[in-house]
């Protein structure tokens, strides 16, 4: 809440607060040099409902409160936090010294003869209501992606695979030639030694039958599109890309131990990596992301564990492999947007 935000940062400032049985307005003073600086914060979210008038009575009996209190020596500043400066500006008569924050922009406005500073206050609270407003623009941001239908860099993935399966069926229907290994099919020997390294992203575009790709494309149009949502493109393609490569070598590592030669072919290394991803980004927003909680994502790794090691022909090197890496590189590259979490800005 930037109320409670701008509570702290402004007692960070050695200002006391007086309770008001007001809503929407705070006040704060402190004694410098004998004069009492009076500082009253108006928190209009969208339109103000207070009049000129209001608000000059409101004022008056501030003033009246500090000089029955023996502090007869004051200055005061008014701040407006709004999403409607000019209807917060008409508050304030000709003389009266007052900032407003339109909380639209992020923008500290001064106008006319108000552009000299309070207590030295000034410079520090533009540069963290820059910082707040960035953080309430990033959680915006998220929430845009959240709410888009489509997203792009998933439904790109799962066109490529599509089409390049299409072609492939086209060369073995034209050309009679059905071996997956000269299109590009990982094989440890082929990488390590003949250092065709191509094969690492080569090979998760390329599928054994249409039910193989089907079964891959289904998980990914639903796993990935969320996912993208959460991360973005820029940082979804990269664990896509980079869990595929993590898990090819996985698959490589492990089949060269057991001494087994095999051709690997299939999207679901970096699939299983949008999964592990996907769980780990549960995690870190305490269990439950949209429609997503942490025991159906745990449910569902189980089940695609327990069918790949049930099944015959399943290189499940490379789904744990994917899994395990999509998992560890969302925790490092994710943020959790909140607001009330310091980024790289100082409190004052």
């Not at 008001?20 to 004694?31: L, T, W």
């Not at 440890?188 to 390294?197: P, T």
């Not at 070598?249 to 991803?277: H, K, P």
């Not at 590189?329 to 790289?344: F, H, M, N, T």
Request: proline residues 1%; hydrophobic residues 45%; contains cysteine.
């Amino acid at each position: 809440m930037i109320e409670e935000q701008l509570d702290k940062l402004i007692a960070s400032w050695h200002f006391n607060r007086i309770e008001v049985n007001v809503g929407g307005i705070k006040i704060y003073f402190r004694e410098q040099e004998g004069c009492c600086n009076i500082l009253t914060v108006y928190y209009f979210p969208e339109r103000q409902e207070v009049t000129e008038a209001q608000q000059e009575h409101i004022r008056q009996q501030i003033r009246e409160h500090f000089f029955l209190a023996g502090m007869p020596q004051q200055e005061m500043l008014s701040l407006v936090v709004t999403e409607d400066p000019q209807s917060g500006r008409h508050l304030f008569r000709e003389g009266e010294k007052y900032w407003i924050w339109n909380a639209l922009s992020g923008q500290l406005m001064l106008f006319e003869d108000q552009s000299g500073d309070f207590c030295g206050i000034r410079k520090p609270l533009e540069q963290q209501m820059h910082c707040w407003y960035l953080q309430v623009s990033g959680i915006g941001e998220t929430r845009k992606r959240q709410n888009r239908k489509w997203s792009y860099g998933n439904l790109a993935l799962v066109v490529c695979n599509v089409l390049i399966f299409l072609i492939c069926e086209w060369m073995i229907y034209s050309q009679g030639n059905t071996s997956l290994l000269v299109r590009g099919a990982l094989r440890a020997r082929l990488v390590l030694e003949e250092k065709e390294y191509y094969r690492l992203l080569s090979y998760m575009f390329l599928h054994g039958g249409a039910e193989h790709l089907f079964n891959n494309m289904l998980i990914l149009f639903f796993i990935g599109n969320k996912l993208e949502q959460l991360l973005g493109s820029r940082k979804y393609l990269f664990v896509y890309f980079a869990t595929g490569i993590l898990a090819g070598i996985t698959s490589m590592g492990y089949n060269t131990f057991i001494e087994r030669e095999i051709s690997c072919v299939g999207a679901s290394g970096a699939i299983f990596g949008a999964v592990g991803a996907m769980a780990a980004v549960i995690l870190l927003n305490r269990g439950k992301v949209a429609d997503l909680t942490g025991r159906q994502m745990l449910l569902f790794i189980l089940l695609s564990l327990y069918g790949g090691f049930t099944s015959q022909g399943v290189d499940n090197a490379a789904h744990i492999g994917g899994l395990v890496a999509g998992f560890v590189l969302a925790l490092l590259i994710y943020r959790r947007p909140a607001v009330g979490k310091k980024r790289d800005c100082d409190e004052g």
